[in-house]
């Protein structure tokens, strides 16, 4: 397994990636098109390089499902007034006798531009469901990462962004996983929990109990005195926290 993601790291930085605007998920995007892997009956590799909008097996969409606006989420898709939408944020407030409303910000999976509407929480929303499918990562470069999917063999360069935060934790052999809508990807994601390096520890606790320490990708975390520099540290992705010391 490592032998194979090795050579096709050394592939994929071989190759020059033929790009296109990445304009329909946002205009200053660039997005590279797949490169499929598929051994012939002699068992070489064919490399066919093409359009991720021409590949309609990438993901298979479920139109009309109508859902109460309170079980959205971030990273949802839902439709309204004909144009297609990522929930980016969503927050829950309740207005006393009036009922519940949510507020979620969101982004036009065709133009890019964000905006903020507000919906009842029983308030029917149509949901689009998206595809996910699991990659693992060969290497991060400038702002793109560069991922394979080891049972097609498919390689996919993709902008950090889709990552948000979480690109930060990116590194090699690490599984995540890639949302598709109509064979667009709208996000990335990575486990909830990663370990990591501790490069360097604060001399001083800024507590009794914990003190900040660096991470070998650059994060800052606050970790409990007994840690030092060169432990591995299991960190929970989504908040920064500390979890626990690595096994050995």
């Not at 859902?67 to 207005?95: C, M, T, W, Y």
């Not at 049972?151 to 948000?164: D, N």
């Not at 660096?214 to 800052?220: A, C, E, F, P, Y």
């Amino acid at each position: 397994m490592r032998a194979l993601l090795q050579l096709s790291k050394r592939i994929s930085r071989a190759l020059v990636f033929s790009s296109s605007s990445y304009s329909s998920l946002t205009s200053s995007r660039t997005f590279a098109t797949l490169s499929l892997f598929s051994p012939d009956c002699n068992g070489a590799a064919i490399t066919t390089n093409g359009n991720v909008y021409a590949r309609p097996w990438l993901a298979i969409q479920h139109r009309g499902v109508k859902v109460n606006a309170i079980h959205l989420r971030p990273g949802n898709v839902i439709e309204k007034s004909g144009r297609i939408f990522e929930v980016v944020d969503a927050e829950h407030k309740q207005r006393g006798r009036g009922g519940a409303i949510l507020t979620l910000e969101l982004r036009d999976v065709d133009s890019g531009n964000k905006q903020t509407l507000r919906f009842g929480a029983e308030e029917a929303v149509e949901r689009v469901f998206v595809e996910e499918r699991s990659f693992t990562c060969l290497y991060t470069e400038h702002e793109s990462v560069y991922l394979i999917d080891l049972e097609k063999f498919e390689q996919l360069e993709v902008p950090l962004s889709l990552f948000g935060q979480a690109a930060a934790y990116l590194k090699e052999e690490m599984k995540v996983k890639m949302q598709f809508f109509d064979g667009r990807p709208l996000s990335g994601s990575i486990p909830k929990q990663v370990t990591c390096i501790i490069k360097e520890t604060q001399d001083r606790a800024a507590t009794p109990r914990y003190k900040k320490a660096v991470l070998d990708n650059g994060l800052i975390i606050q970790v409990p005195t007994y840690v030092e520099a060169g432990e591995e540290v299991v960190v929970n992705t989504e908040d920064g926290s500390f979890v626990t010391r690595a096994n050995k």
